[in-house]
């Protein structure tokens, strides 16, 4: 009789703990909702972190007169003027303000650590790096005419054996630098790629403060041990919320560089050694490529006062729409309770 009874015991104690774990990722859903409406209370977007590429020791990709670190700074400084001038409500910090790495070492692997500490420490919004792209240079080849060509060949054997000078005529190619239309020219904006999370969860985790520009998180909101199923919930909700974010923005830039009549390749995601800081940074992350240095076309344009203006003026203008769109989110937000029915 006592063996039935402790079977039915089992099955009551499954049923209870099964009971037990819906409740507490129902609880911790609710939670990651409340925060939710908790960014809803604080201005969406209240620091940037400007990172000019590159500098110093690293000057990145070299055009013909002038360095990719170089031409990044200047842009940035123009960027972060705008951005001041459009948003003086706005905090903007920059990684570097000097031709030098962040932190002033020599080392780059120290200078991408400290961009992204710095922006984390500095509870930064929104991570917008400035670079300049780069690819090998083409060239046409352009028939010439014919030169005379004097070569030898041996004839005989033993003694009798001898060097005979001949001529041919051997065709004459000149090189030349393709046209700007048949060279890479245009832009590309990055952002982390959405499958390649792990990196960026971490970045996520040891970053406190201010997530994601919309609110804040008590210093232990990130303790739960790394393998919890609350844990793994938590972290993919604010990745996704990382990765969404940067791509709209991203989109934005490069909608931008399109009405101003730039070449735009569009949004690209990048997982690999190079982008390092899109993944170590816990908020919203892009890399503008502004354009080609190894185009002379465009290393003049990036060079000049025009460009450098036109590409600061397309950069901030998307980053309006994208502070226009968190603001009219966070008011929907309030709006919508979690019953999703409007007030």
């Not at 009874?5 to 089992?10: A, D, F, G, H, P």
């Not at 609880?27 to 925060?35: E, R």
């Not at 609350?230 to 990745?239: A, L, N, P, S, V």
């Not at 690999?272 to 354009?291: D, F, H, N, R």
Request: overall charge positive.
């Amino acid at each position: 009789m006592g063996k039935p009874n402790s079977v039915e015991s089992l099955k009551s104690e499954s049923r209870m703990l099964n009971r037990t774990h819906i409740l507490k990722i129902a609880v911790l859903l609710t939670g990651i909702f409340c925060i939710g409406m908790s960014y809803a209370q604080k201005p969406p977007l209240q620091t940037i972190i400007l990172d000019p590429g590159h500098g110093g020791a690293d000057p990145g990709a070299g055009g013909e007169y002038s360095t990719e670190a170089q031409c990044a700074l200047a842009i940035s400084f123009k960027v972060r003027d705008l951005l001041k001038q459009e948003m003086p409500e706005v905090k903007v910090l920059m990684t570097r303000e000097k031709d030098e790495l962040p932190g002033g070492g020599h080392n780059k692997d120290a200078a991408l650590k400290y961009r992204s500490n710095f922006a984390n420490q500095n509870n930064g919004d929104l991570f917008l790096c400035i670079h300049l792209n780069s690819t090998n240079i083409r060239y046409g080849k352009k028939f010439e005419g014919y030169r005379t060509e004097t070569y030898y060949v041996t004839t005989g054997r033993g003694r009798k054996k001898k060097k005979v000078a001949k001529t041919r005529e051997v065709a004459v190619y000149s090189r030349y630098k393709l046209p700007h239309e048949d060279q890479a020219h245009g832009t590309q904006t990055y952002i982390w790629a959405a499958d390649k999370s792990t990196n960026k969860v971490s970045a996520v985790k040891n970053t406190q403060g201010s997530v994601g520009g919309e609110g804040e998180e008590s210093d232990s909101a990130f303790q739960a041990e790394l393998n919890s199923v609350e844990y793994k919930i938590r972290m993919g909700q604010y990745t996704k919320y990382f990765f969404r974010k940067s791509f709209n923005l991203a989109t934005f830039v490069e909608e931008e560089f399109g009405k101003a009549g730039r070449k735009s390749w569009g949004v690209m995601q990048r997982n690999e050694k190079g982008i390092w800081v899109l993944q170590a940074t816990g908020m919203p992350s892009i890399l503008v490529e502004t354009g080609f240095i190894s185009d002379r076309e465009e290393e003049d344009y990036l060079n000049s006062e025009k460009g450098q203006m036109e590409v600061a003026t397309n950069v901030v203008t998307a980053v309006k729409r994208y502070k226009e769109m968190l603001e009219a989110n966070m008011k929907h937000a309030v709006a919508v309770p979690v019953g999703g029915q409007t007030q």
